[in-house]
């Protein structure tokens, strides 16, 4: 009866969805706290496969309830061809189902051209944005001149702000970027059907969630991007626009502190990256291509959202401990173990060397995550992907690996309950 909440410990990519999706079978309610279509969550069930964007991944069970919090940024074309792509796969997505807070903000098409407009600005210097319009969101939103879902149950009064944002928009676009502008009544025409879609979604979530919780109702929260992509305190400015962290989840649904339960922090075996930005433990070559596959395979580490080659290193166990202090993390949940399989020997970063001194603690600054990661080195595991993945009690997986995962949790310092072996939603093994 309480407020669990699932959080990214890396650069995002985890896994989340697929085990927002496992632990969804306890929760009544599902809710992101934060982002937008800037993620891409994947959950497998059987034979199909979902990759959601802006839906929580835990409204695949038929009896949760989704919500999106104050806290995400919502293009709603984007969020009404994902109800409608959802339904098409056998999930019923209606307005009792699906819950807006009427406090999340909206993106327009002025936010996805001043992303490309930014991005292309930044030469060099670019951040490799997803281009969904996240950062000018949330830009507008700490202006305090966004629009707010809220706004769509007024049809004249939300084309009106609508109109006067693009128009606004397109100032900056001529005369900063010097790029065209936008359609003004066209754009403001297509919201108002927006709007007319979704006004029936719209409601005060803080409430609903808050009344769920009083009355002993479990609620999930679903965090997109991970730990070392938040504003505050990610690889700044390598980062996204909001707070993934844990934290997150509180301002962004609009819940109280005393609410939280347990803080599950989902960590990939290894470690990938989307986008520019530090990456210590980073690997190229051979190694890469193993960790990263070729594409073959529905799990390959290429981006869902972006479709982009995700960048790929060893578990970095500086910045695990790191994530799991800022999070509060209370267990862990390691994903894609199966990867690493057939791999001869597998590399931990410990500390990371500078001026001939070892640092074990997050170095301030970007330019001090360049430091030399110091690497403890352990074997892998001839069996197979396959055995991996078919292998369902702890018993059951090699020596090896059990002493990879030992290791983690030693080094993270906080217990491992779950490994996820595969996509699949009996991939698991449970850690008594
Ligand atoms: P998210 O953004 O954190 O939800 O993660 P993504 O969905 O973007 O990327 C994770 C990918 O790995 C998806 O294709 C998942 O289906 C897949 N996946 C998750 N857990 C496992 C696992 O344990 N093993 C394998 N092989 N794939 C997994
Ligand atoms: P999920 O929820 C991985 C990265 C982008 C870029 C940076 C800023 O699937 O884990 P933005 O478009 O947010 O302004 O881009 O953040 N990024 C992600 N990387 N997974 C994600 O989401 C991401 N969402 C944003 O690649 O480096
Ligand atoms: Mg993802």
Same mark, same amino acid.
């Given at each position: ?6 959080? @990214? ?25 934060? @982002? ?11 034979? /199909? ?115 006067? /944002? ?56 679903? @965090? ?29 649904? @609009? ?15 290894? /470690? ?129 690996? /059990? ?30």
């Amino acid at each position: 009866m309480a407020l669990n909440i699932i959080v @990214g410990t890396q650069w995002g990519d985890e896994g989340k969805g697929r085990v927002v999706d496992l632990l969804a079978a306890e929760a009544d309610y599902v809710a992101r706290y934060n @982002g937008g279509d800037n993620a891409g969550h994947t959950v497998t069930v059987g034979d /199909q496969t979902f990759k959601l964007h802006l839906i929580p991944s835990g409204v695949i069970h038929p009896h949760t309830i989704g919500i999106i919090g104050n806290g995400l940024v919502v293009n709603p074309k984007v969020l009404l061809e994902e109800i409608e792509i959802t339904r098409a796969s056998g999930v019923e997505i209606t307005p009792e189902r699906l819950r807006i807070s009427h406090a999340a903000h909206v993106i327009t098409p002025a936010y996805l051209a001043l992303d490309k407009a930014r991005e292309q600005s930044r030469g060099d210097e670019k951040i490799g944005t997803t281009l969904r319009g996240i950062g000018p969101a949330y830009n507008h939103k700490a202006a305090r001149s966004g629009l707010r879902m809220e706004t769509m149950l007024s049809l004249e009064d939300f084309a009106e702000a609508v109109a006067a /944002q693009i128009e606004g928009v397109n100032e900056v676009l001529i005369n900063l970027y010097e790029t065209e502008p936008l359609d003004t009544l066209e754009i403001a025409k297509e919201y108002v059907g927006y709007a007319q879609e979704l006004a029936p979604y719209i409601e005060n979530v803080s409430s609903l969630l808050t009344e769920a919780l009083r009355s002993g109702e479990n609620v999930l929260a679903e @965090g997109a991007q991970g730990t070392l992509l938040d504003i505050d305190h990610g690889t700044y400015p390598y980062v996204t626009s909001s707070n993934p962290t844990a934290a997150g989840a509180l301002v962004g649904l @609009g819940l109280g502190v005393g609410h939280v339960g347990r803080v599950i922090g989902v960590t990939k075996a290894f /470690q990938t990256r989307v986008g520019e930005g530090p990456f210590p433990t980073e690997v190229f070559g051979e190694t890469a291509q193993q960790l990263r596959g070729t594409g073959d395979k529905p799990w390959d580490e290429f981006g869902t959202t972006t479709g982009r080659p995700r960048r790929v290193g060893w578990l970095d166990a500086v910045l695990l401990r790191y994530a799991v202090q800022i999070n509060g993390i209370t267990e862990l949940t390691i994903t894609k173990l199966d990867v690493l399989s057939g791999l001869d020997t597998l590399y931990i970063c410990t500390g990371y060397q500078a001026d001939g001194e070892t640092h074990h603690d997050l170095p301030l600054g970007p330019t001090d995550l360049d430091y030399e990661p110091e690497y403890e080195e352990l074997p892998g595991w001839e069996a197979d992907e396959a055995d991996i993945m078919g292998t369902r009690k702890w018993g059951g997986l090699p020596q090896a690996a /059990q002493a990879y995962i030992q290791r983690i949790e030693e080094l993270a310092g906080t217990p491992i309950r779950l490994i996820s072996v595969g996509p699949e939603r009996e991939q698991v093994i449970e850690i008594e």
